[in-house]
């Protein structure tokens, strides 16, 4: 069963709007967030991150949004913009875990398309 | 600047194959791990290693196995190709223990026919 949860395969936005991407968790261990963009042919790339101490964390264009009593977080890129067409990846970890590394989990991804 | 390489972009191999999927990093990074990728379920981590000769299962270890023997490469074997392992194969590296950014390589699209 998938602990983190990207129920939206796609999405389209105009240039100029909001893109909002969503991620639900189910593992309440979980407190540390991070989002991931991957173009084609290329890995992941690391975006943004929030701590579950935080409920907003905002870096230029892109905005994190974490309400832990729902268990969802949410980010949101405005203005939109064609080159941010990609697949968006929402990242979990339990940041107190205390073994040999830090692992991540992933969700399903959310490709994202912004129409010029 | 964090660079991970992996050894092919594209590969295809028969079903009963031994297949090695190298890795190299270039930032002294302790940690190291092997994902897949398939549409639908995102990245699945399948091993890591958090030091030279260490390894650890992921989730979906199995028809995997990874060698480590030195910091800067991490390799993973399929001892038998098999078609289901069709996917794309990414690798990733992260500074120590307490880290939690993971730095991406280009990744390998496997076909297994």
């Known amino acids: 069963d998938q602990q983190v949860k990207q129920n939206s395969p796609s999405l389209s936005v105009q240039e100029g709007r909001i893109s909002i991407l969503n991620c639900d968790y189910t593992n309440s261990m979980f407190d540390y967030f991070l989002w991931y963009k991957k173009y084609p042919a290329e890995g992941p790339t690391f975006l943004i991150s929030i701590s579950s101490i935080k409920d907003k964390n905002e870096d230029g264009r892109f905005t994190v949004f974490l309400n832990k009593s729902a268990k969802h977080l949410s980010l949101h890129i405005v203005p939109s913009q064609p080159g941010d067409s990609a697949v968006y990846f929402c990242a979990a970890l339990d940041y107190s875990f205390s073994g040999s590394a830090r692992q991540l989990t992933f969700g399903s991804g959310t490709q994202l398309t912004v129409l010029p | 600047d964090v660079k991970v390489t992996q050894s092919s972009r594209y590969l295809v191999k028969r079903t009963g194959e031994k297949v090695f999927l190298e890795c190299v990093q270039d930032?002294?990074?302790?940690?190291m791990f092997w994902y897949r990728q398939d549409p639908g379920l995102g990245l699945r981590l399948i091993y890591f290693?958090?030091?030279?000769?260490?390894?650890e299962k992921g989730d979906i270890p199995e028809g995997y196995s990874v060698s480590r023997e030195k910091k800067e490469r991490f390799s993973l074997i399929l001892e038998s190709a098999s078609t289901n392992q069709t996917s794309m194969y990414l690798c990733?590296?992260?500074?120590?223990?307490?880290?939690?950014?993971?730095?991406f390589g280009p990744g390998t699209r496997l076909t297994v026919t």
């Open positions: 990733a590296s992260s500074l120590g223990h307490q880290a939690y950014e993971q730095y």
């Open positions: 290693s958090y030091d030279v000769k260490m390894k």
């Open positions: 930032m002294d990074h302790e940690n």
